[in-house]
T-cell receptor
Framework: GQQVMQIPQYQHVQEGEDFTTYCNSS?????IQWYKQRPGGHPVFLIQ?????EVKKQKRLTFQFGEAKKNSSLHITATQTTDVGTYFC???????????FGKGTKLSVIP | NAGVTQTPKFRVLKTGQSMTLLCAQD?????MYWYRQDPGMGLRLIHYSVGEGTTAKGEVPDGYNVSRLKKQNFLLGLESAAPSQTSVYFCASRAGETQYFGPGTRLLVL
């Protein structure tokens, strides 16, 4: 099955700094999804990207899908304490019922 | 509209005991999933179902069984619990490409 690698595993930032997490694959991906999990909570769907070079924004969050569809990134501008949590990327093969998750990037924001 | 609910929230088992985790969704979704989450491992798929009466194995199915007798319910069974099954278990249902997760069940096997 398809695998995705996420880096970094952990990131500590000062409040107001920017944050980026990356999701990489050795094979072309059909799609990429991003989820956020708050401490003690459950994963919550953020967005799905399917097109080569696609860029989507949600307020301070910018999501990109690489031109070759082998990588994706999530960038948060001016982090806030509410951004704390673990961010996961996930992908499903074309026509597949299954999602494969990356191991996540845990974001800590220092006030 | 409760979304996806899981029962129980927390459970302690002794090695060799059995138990069933219940997942219920009221969104009429066809697809349902069981994951386990361990520190540093992300979410790993145990079993899934694409409709009432159907189940399939995921990435880590050993030691678990599932049943989907009703569309709204997806049960995960541990016949003989082992300490390696200590984890947080999440159920999810799917609409389109989006998966909706339940609040999780924390299981400790001693």
């Amino acid at each position: 099955g398809q695998q995705v690698m996420q880096i970094p595993q952990y990131q500590h930032v000062q409040e107001g700094e920017d944050f980026t997490t990356y999701c990489n694959s050795s094979t072309t991906l059909s799609n990429i999804q991003w989820y956020k999990q708050r401490p003690g909570g459950h994963p919550v769907f953020l967005i799905q990207l399917v097109k080569s070079g696609e860029v989507k924004k949600q307020k301070r969050l910018t999501f990109q899908f690489g031109e070759a569809k082998k990588n994706s990134s999530l960038h948060i501008t001016a982090t806030q304490t509410t951004d704390v949590g673990t961010y996961f990327c996930a992908t499903s093969g074309a026509g597949s019922y299954q999602l494969t998750f990356g191991k996540g990037t845990k974001l800590s924001v220092i006030p | 509209n409760a979304g996806v609910t899981q029962t129980p929230k927390f459970r302690v088992l002794k090695t060799g005991q059995s138990m069933t985790l219940l997942c219920a969704q009221d969104m009429n979704h066809e697809y349902m999933y069981w994951y386990r989450q361990d520190p540093g491992m992300g979410l790993r798929l145990i079993h899934y179902s694409v409709g009432e009466g159907t189940t399939a194995k995921g990435e880590v199915p050993d030691g678990y069984n599932v049943s989907r007798l009703k569309k709204q319910n997806f049960l995960l069974g541990l016949e003989s619990a082992a300490p390696s099954q200590t984890s947080v278990y999440f159920c999810a249902s799917r609409a389109g490409e989006t998966q909706y997760f339940g609040p999780g069940t924390r299981l400790l096997v001693l």
